[in-house]
């Protein structure tokens, strides 16, 4: 499916353009033509003709994005590997939707000098760009205990985004993963001193086109 995404998406413009410059033609053409028989068929083309760009173009939007995996935390940890397993966790305290999301650490405040993994293997391969989105909720210590979205691309973990501090209403982040990433991992980093309520994450999707 991807890889017909793929040509769809290499092909949609050119045959929506080819489409719609044949149709214009022919309906001027019939439609300069002053016989009622040719008028007629010019009102059947225009429908026609916006019939088969319509279709053309819900095909060209349907094709152009694929989900290749989508969260909710209802399961988790399914599907991801964590590091220690005593880090992350499956938590109904706080979420985006119900009734799930995985907090950043097995306590709440966290405990000092965390470092804890949630890990995923993907395959990109096939796309031409690919996008992780995903809601937070975070209460950590400004310029100190952070979470990292982070992704691997076979010879280190790269950082794409990361943050500190009070954010306590439910928002969604949009991060760019380049297709050479195999995995990507959330990482929740606290130092020695000052710990808050933590971090939820929830509705984590990754698509690509």
């Known amino acids: 499916m991807k890889y017909m995404a793929r040509a769809s998406n290499l092909l949609h413009s050119s045959i929506l353009d080819m489409v719609f410059s044949s149709w214009h033609t022919n309906c001027y053409i019939l439609q300069h033509n002053r016989s009622p028989k040719y008028r007629r068929k010019a009102s059947k083309m225009k429908r026609l003709g916006l019939l088969v760009l319509a279709l ?16 909710d935390m209802t399961n988790f940890p399914t599907g991801w590997t964590l590091s220690p397993t005593t880090g992350w966790v499956k938590s109904a305290t706080s979420y985006n939707s119900a009734s799930y999301s995985a907090r950043c650490d097995e306590v709440s405040p966290y405990a000092a000098s965390q470092n804890n993994y949630m890990t995923r293997t993907i395959n990109l391969s096939g796309y031409t760009s690919a996008t992780l989105k995903f809601y937070i909720w975070q ?3 400004t310029g100190y205990d952070y979470i990292y979205l982070q992704y691997y691309s076979g010879t280190a973990w790269t950082t794409a985004w990361s ?23 959330f990482w929740f980093k606290s130092d020695a001193s000052v710990q808050n309520t933590g971090a939820y994450i929830d509705d984590v999707v990754l698509t690509g086109i």
């Open 56 to 71: 053309a173009a819900l095909a060209g939007v349907s094709l152009a994005q694929t989900t290749i995996f989508s969260d």
């Open 139 to 141: 209460y950590t210590e």
């Open 163 to 185: 943050r500190a501090g009070s954010y306590q209403t439910w928002a969604q982040q949009t991060v760019t993963i380049p297709t050479t990433a195999t995995q990507v991992r």
